[in-house]
């Protein structure tokens, strides 16, 4: 149980399109997602949280405008790089949270995303 | 705020040597502990947890013991495989913070024959 998936797997599109993750839990609803971007041989960067019916909260640094994240269900997320440049390219990974006092994330599988 | 200090790598060993990543914590309240092993090209899967003080967590033979006396979570195995090369990521989430995970920077293990 617990699985979280993440379509597309891998993405590449030109400079300056729209680019859209989706991120969904299959078999619980999640309270809670999160998404990361994870440089070559880095660690993971919250980029934001998502509650199910209100606004991501973003962390510091993480432009809002240019990655928007939709969170519809509580089993759907969305995350898209709006006018994607190179320097966006990068391994978009999702988790999700079941919440009630379980702080377990389970996370997807990861989009890699290249801006050429 | 919260913070995870993971044993600098590349750590490389020979197959079936003993394996240890540290792991320590700071925190404020009472969180959970992970280890997440990640392959490459891929995302992250949960190794094992525990969620309070003393709890030993377990799996695929890897083991990992919240000490709150000295705010560690160090993981260990006795004879590691070829299969166990992977990148090891240290973490830790509250009840407060909104549920946030927090992480270390991850531990390249190499395992040789």
């Known amino acids: 149980g617990a699985v979280v998936s993440q379509h597309p797997s891998w993405v590449i599109c030109k400079s300056g399109t729209s680019v859209k993750i989706e991120c969904r839990s299959l078999?619980?609803?999640?309270?809670?997602m999160f998404w990361y971007r994870q440089f070559p041989k880095q660690s993971l960067m919250l980029m934001a949280t998502?509650?199910?019916?209100?606004?991501?909260?973003?962390e510091q640094g993480v432009e809002k405008d240019k990655f928007l994240i939709n969170h519809a269900s509580l089993t759907l997320s969305t995350l898209t790089v709006t006018s994607a440049h190179p320097e966006d390219s990068s391994f978009y990974i999702c988790?999700?949270?079941?919440?009630?006092?379980?702080?377990?994330?389970?996370f997807g599988p990861g989009t890699r995303l290249t801006v050429l | 705020g919260n913070s995870v200090t993971q044993m600098e790598g590349p750590v490389t060993l020979s197959e079936e040597a003993f394996l240890t990543i540290n792991c320590t914590y700071t925190?404020?309240?009472?969180?959970?502990l992970f280890w997440y092993v990640q392959y490459p090209g891929e995302g992250l899967q949960l190794l094992l947890k525990?969620?309070?003080?003393?709890d030993k967590g377990s799996n695929k033979g890897f083991e990992a013991t919240y000490r709150k006396e000295t705010t560690s979570f160090h993981l260990e195995k006795g004879s590691v495989q070829v299969s166990d090369s992977a990148v090891y990521f240290c973490?830790?989430?509250?009840?407060?913070?909104?549920?946030?995970?927090?992480f270390g920077d991850g531990t390249t293990l190499t395992v040789k024959p």
């Open positions: 998502s509650n199910e019916g209100s606004k991501a909260t973003y």
């Open positions: 525990a969620t309070k003080a003393d």
């Open positions: 973490a830790l989430s509250g009840s407060t913070n909104a549920g946030k995970s927090t």
């Open positions: 988790s999700a949270r079941i919440g009630g006092g379980n702080n377990e994330q389970f």
């Open positions: 925190a404020t309240g009472y969180p959970s």
């Open positions: 078999d619980f609803q999640a309270t809670t």
